[in-house]
T-cell receptor, first 112, second 114 residues
Framework: KQEVTQIPAALSVPEGENLVLNCSFT??????LQWFRQDPGKGLTSLLL?????REQTSGRLNASLDKSSGRSTLYIAASQPGDSATYLC???????????FGAGTILRVKS | SQTIHQWPATLVQPVGSPLSLECTVEGTSNPNLYWYRQAAGRGLQLLFY??????ISSEVPQNLSASRPQDRQFILSSKKLLLSDSGFYLC?????????????FGPGTRLTVT
């Protein structure tokens, strides 16, 4: 059974700092990995999707990497801003099917 | 562009009452549709998914059910709510492919069972 773990559970940083969020999964037989952002009381916004054949994806100040063999992904946020404050969720999709398995998330607070 | 709607946005229901949550998608055809629940202090849990009209797969045995009466409409129901049904319910869609692909989420429905 696939399990996804995100570390740290919560993170508080000053504005401008570069930061890394970690995601690990127990079964390396994945099709893709997706990072989401969730603001309080809101739905999920897709940030980055990495196919299993890819090593990384970039969007603006965000960079996500994937090491499928070791079961790890990281989300790098450059020059953090207060508007980045949210919960960040990692989810993996199995090789067959669309059933995403989510981690519990990292609550990020960027202080101005 | 594609849009996903959910309603109601919030709902307070007594134990034992029925439930109907609706999700609709615009701007795409034959999407895969999903219902997730996010309980307080817990991660997202997949409840149901559908690859076509009338085709529903259940992931978690419970007193909830799902239906897909139209291509872009997905409904979550219950005949009698339990306190444990409280949570944040999210609907999502993905393009009509068999293998994993990017999922897009709706704004969610906050359900409180009293």
């Amino acid at each position: 059974k696939q399990e996804v773990t995100q570390i740290p559970a919560a993170l508080s940083v000053p504005e401008g700092e570069n930061l890394v969020l970690n995601c690990s999964f127990t079964d390396s037989a994945i099709y893709n990995l997706q990072w989401f952002r969730q603001d309080p009381g809101k739905g999920l916004t897709s940030l980055l999707l990495i196919q299993s054949s890819q090593r990384e994806q970039t969007s603006g100040r965000l960079n996500a990497s994937l090491d499928k063999s070791s079961g790890r992904s990281t989300l790098y946020i450059a020059a953090s801003q207060p508007g980045d404050s949210a919960t960040y969720l990692c989810a993996v999709s199995p090789e067959y099917g669309n059933k995403l398995v989510f981690g519990a998330g990292t609550i990020l607070r960027v202080k101005s | 562009s594609q849009t996903i709607h959910q309603w109601p946005a919030t709902l307070v229901q007594p134990v034992g009452s029925p439930l109907s949550l609706e999700c609709t998608v615009e701007g795409t055809s034959n999407p895969n549709l999903y219902w997730y629940r996010q309980a307080a202090g817990r991660g997202l849990q997949l409840l149901f998914y559908s690859v076509g009209i009338g085709q529903i797969s259940s992931e978690v045995p419970q007193n909830l059910s799902a239906s897909r009466p139209q291509d872009r409409q997905f409904i979550l129901s219950s005949k009698k709510l339990l306190l444990s049904d409280s949570g944040f319910y999210l609907c999502a869609w993905s393009p009509p492919r068999l293998e994993g692909y990017e999922q897009y989420f709706g704004p969610g429905t906050r359900l409180t069972v009293t």
